[in-house]
């Protein structure tokens, strides 16, 4: 797989440099001002280098307003430090495009690029306050409004690339959207690198959405996001999220780090993440989702550190559109190191993860399938997890003789909190077969009145090497229910 990518990524370069004629965006009349409306020279500019051959269009030290503009093959926007492209603040002047709305359309191009050092500003706190300014005037028609934030589909987007081929994203910081921040849809061959997205200036500020693209890495940037950080997504049943690697990042969330789903009606295959940093995250470092009917397949994880985040990992099958399970196997992940804490990971975010599942104890690691489709065949290698413990037997408490009392709830929204109380603070595996932990250690800081890894239909399951660190009186650090061939070498 990485092979494959490698391969496709070094095309997008030659492809890229094969374009590179540079044209000054002040040739075109595009004014650094700050003030002056620029949609209109902008886009000239990006048909003018089109037509003739491509080559980047170049922004120099500057401030360049502009409402929707769309970028065509063979051409590549280079932001020079210090120059900023802003979003116009009149949401009159961003188009929508079926669902969405975006500040940067592309559709069907190929070899595009957003490179440099400079940034993309969406302004969208204040977009989203105009919009719903004038929602209230019944200027603009919105059916769903709800807790005064207008839907997401009208509020713009930084970077949505539709069905698009060699895309290069680099260096630029991608910053204050309106909606989620950057959207690749069904494209391929796309390289993110070097990129700085500070998107928790509103509600579902998402930093990055792949969504059933083909080929695809995403390397050496920090994310910093009021929803999830880095989020594929499968928003159709002929298309996979495939071919993806998720390397060398500093993640912060409000949300979760790196997640698949919650969309995932097609499904994720061949994911390779590899040497992350999630810390400051109110929910799961990784969240796997297969709710609405598609795959999770092959996935690697490695070397993954996790500070101050509020769950490990989530593992879910669920059911939300009936009739259509998912499925999740083969899934090795190693080399974890992570401490989840007693207090809200994420507290003092201007949009803080919800507190609708509080009070409850703190999460354990969770795998979770349905009575009738097991989570299959996950190997989990050299982890080590550090929980504050002391949890609190007057929440909801279920003990080892019912655990029928945890709820099934298969057409939920999949969160880590979502069965709020769990008999265990450790691991939590229900629904699952061919599962193996080795060299495994688990320690809480206070005695906790939950067993540290509790099995609940679990069929097919060997520990190697598993340690379990908790002060104060010694019981069984595994629980095992409706389970077979429970393995301890």
């Known amino acids: 797989m990485k092979t494959k990518i490698a391969l496709s990524i070094l095309l997008l370069f030659l492809s890229l440099s094969a374009h590179s004629k540079d044209y000054k965006a002040s040739f075109f009349g595009i004014e650094s001002n700050g003030t002056t409306l620029n949609t209109r020279s902008i886009q000239k500019a990006i048909d003018y280098i089109h037509e003739n ?19 065509k093959s063979n051409v590549t926007i280079r932001l020079e430090e210090g120059a900023v492209l802003l979003g116009s603040l ?68 930084n970077i949505y690339f539709k069905g698009c081929n060699h895309i290069l994203i680099q260096g630029v910081m991608i910053k204050n959207p309106a909606s989620w ?3 690749y849809d069904q494209c391929k061959n796309l390289l993110v690198e070097n990129i700085t997205v500070d998107s928790k200036n509103y509600w579902n500020n998402d930093g990055i959405d792949i969504v059933d693209c083909d080929s695809v890495i995403v390397r050496n940037s920090y994310f910093d996001a009021s929803d999830d950080a880095i989020c594929l997504k499968s928003h159709q049943a002929n298309f996979l999220c495939q071919n993806v690697e ?4 500093m993640i912060r969330s409000s949300a979760n780090g790196i997640k698949f789903g919650t969309f995932s009606v097609g499904g994720f295959k061949n994911i390779y993440i590899h040497k992350n940093t999630v810390f ?18 092959n996935i690697q994880v490695d070397s993954l550190e996790s500070l101050n985040t509020g769950n490990v990992l989530f593992l879910r099958i669920g059911e939300r559109r009936a009739g259509k399970k998912g ?19 994420d507290a003092g975010y201007q949009y803080e993860g919800p507190v609708e ?75 699952a077969k061919g599962i193996k932990l080795e060299n495994v250690k688990v320690s809480c800081a206070k005695e906790d009145y939950r067993t540290a890894v509790v099995l609940d239909d679990v069929h097919g399951i060997s520990f190697k090497g598993i340690i379990v660190e908790e002060p104060g009186k010694k019981k069984k650090p595994v629980f095992a229910d409706r389970s077979t061939d429970v393995k301890f070498e």
């Not at 998720?246 to 990042?249: A, D, F, T, Y």
């Not at 400051?280 to 999770?296: E, K, M, N, W």
């Open 181 to 183: 921040n950057q959207q």
């Open 246 to 249: 998720i390397s060398h990042n």
């Open 53 to 71: 051959g491509g080559g980047r269009l170049v922004f120099n030290v500057g401030r360049f307003v502009t409402g929707t503009i769309y970028l």
């Open 90 to 157: 009149n949401p009159f002047d961003y188009d929508r495009k079926g669902y969405w709305t975006a500040f940067i359309f592309a559709f069907d191009q190929e070899n595009i690029g957003i490179t440099g050092k400079g940034v993309i500003d969406g302004r969208g706190y204040e977009v989203a306050q105009n919009t719903l300014s004038l929602i209230y005037k019944g200027i603009i028609q919105d059916t769903v409004l709800k807790n005064d934030r207008p839907n997401e589909g009208m509020r713009p987007q």
């Open 280 to 297: 400051d995250t109110y929910r799961s470092a990784l969240c796997f989702a297969a709710v609405d009917g598609g795959i999770i397949e």
């Open 357 to 431: 599942d509080l009070p409850r104890n703190v999460s354990p690691v969770s795998i979770v399938g349905m009575p009738d489709v097991a989570i299959e065949n996950v190997v989990l290698t050299n982890i080590e997890i550090h929980y504050p413990g002391g949890g609190n037997p007057k929440y909801a408490k279920v003990g080892l003789n019912e655990l029928d009392k945890v709820p099934e709830l298969p057409a939920k929204y999949p969160e880590f909190s979502m069965f709020k109380e769990l008999p265990a603070w450790g691991f939590y595996i229900r629904h």
């Open 327 to 345: 499925s999740m196997k083969n899934i090795r992940i190693s080399n974890v190191y992570a401490e989840v804490p007693a207090t809200k990971a």
